[in-house]
T-cell receptor, first 115, second 111 residues
């Protein structure tokens, strides 16, 4: 039973560049959420995708965008990278039904370093 | 003020000790709460849900006090393998998978 898989695991970019992170949800899950975790902090909610649409969004600028595909997988895109975007980016999947909505399964994350 | 607040620690305790973590939340409309465990450079994993009636899972006991907007986690008979960061989490008054995480409390259990 595959859990949540994310790629790449690590990457290094320079300021101003763009990055795309990928996530495949746990089998049977239909909702994907993305979180940013800076060093020494808890994860912060970026946005959530369901039925290929952004369903809700946290307090992140428009430089952060995403997409969900028909197979429920998702991408997170960040444009015009800043040093402060360096973080662990976590993808979490869940079921949209209310009983499962808050039961998240996290992937191992993509660690982004911006130089 | 952060919506979910925790003392970051670190808490350094000897094996076998009992340790308690506390967490406060500011959104009185929050419905569900959780404790997650995160090992160094790994993803968070659900440790347990938190109910007003309290719940226990082996050596771990979680409690929710809605009147004080306070959540606790008690670990009895600490093991070396309990060393990790413990994240207090609320649902921010929604049941949609948008979770609000505290900063985390670091526990180091020493032999």
């Amino acid at each position: 039973d595959a859990g949540v898989t994310q790629s790449p695991t690590h990457l290094i970019k320079t300021r101003g560049q763009q990055v795309t992170l990928r996530c495949s949800p746990k089998s049977g899950h239909d909702t994907v959420s993305w979180y940013q975790q800076a060093l020494g902090q808890g994860p912060q909610f970026i946005f959530q995708y369901y039925e290929e649409e952004e369903r809700q969004r946290g307090n992140f600028p428009d430089r952060f965008s995403g997409h969900q595909f028909p197979n429920y997988s998702s991408e997170l895109n960040v444009n015009a990278l800043l040093l402060g975007d360096s973080a662990l980016y976590l993808c979490a999947s869940s079921l949209a039904v209310s009983s499962g909505a808050n039961v998240l399964t996290f992937g191992a994350g993509s660690r982004l370093t911006v130089l | 003020r952060k919506e979910v607040e925790q003392d970051p620690g670190p808490f350094n305790v000897p094996e076998g000790a009992t340790v308690a973590f506390n967490c406060t939340y500011s959104n009185s409309a929050s419905q569900s709460f959780f404790w997650y465990r995160q090992d160094c450079r790994k993803e968070p994993k659900l440790l347990m849900s938190v109910y007003s009636s309290g719940n226990e899972d082996g050596r771990f006991t979680a409690q929710l006090n809605r009147a004080s907007q306070y959540i606790s986690l008690l670990i009895r008979d600490s093991k070396l393998s309990d060393s990790a960061t413990y994240l207090c989490v609320g649902d921010g008054s929604s049941n949609t998978g948008k979770l609000i995480f505290g900063q985390g409390t670091t526990l180091q259990v020493k032999p």
